[in-house]
């Protein structure tokens, strides 16, 4: 089971950029379809943003889409979500989870509720 771990979060205006990293351990992560997913506060429920697959195919939600982009470092073992011209509405918890699929070619960023490893996620929060 693959243990994943973000960061990269912070406090920024509207408008700036930041990079969200989902490192790692125990696993290659290029076997895994990752997901990001966000909550904007406890209790409102996790959406899910962007995923992308083993041979590097991208899905973006519509309201991310052109703005976030999603990448593999397979020789850092880490996911990135860059985020540009955030948005008050961006403000969430951001988390990565994993899903073994090896040779994936598809993935769905709104099914992710049965992937098994999640990490412990990381607050980005968009204010002036």
């Known amino acids: 089971q693959v243990q994943l771990e973000e960061s990269g979060g912070g406090l920024v205006q509207p408008g700036a950029s930041l990079t969200l990293s989902c490192a790692g351990s125990?696993?290659?992560?290029?076997?895994?379809?990752i997901t990001w997913v966000r909550e904007a506060a406890p209790g409102l429920g996790r959406v899910g943003i962007s995923?992308?697959?083993?041979?590097?195919?991208?899905y973006y939600s519509e309201a991310v889409r052109g703005r976030f982009t999603i990448s593999r470092d397979n020789a850092r073992n880490t996911v990135y979500l860059q985020m540009h011209d955030l948005r008050v509405e961006d403000t969430a918890a951001y988390y990565c989870?994993?899903?073994?699929?090896?040779?994936?070619?598809?993935?769905?960023?709104?099914?992710?509720?049965?992937?098994?490893?999640w990490g412990q996620g990381t607050q980005v929060t968009v204010s002036s």
């Open positions: 125990g696993a290659t992560l290029e076997d895994y379809v």
């Open positions: 995923c992308i697959t083993s041979d590097e195919s991208k």
């Open positions: 989870a994993a899903n073994y699929q090896p040779d994936s070619i598809q993935c769905f960023y709104a099914e992710f509720d049965s992937f098994p490893s």
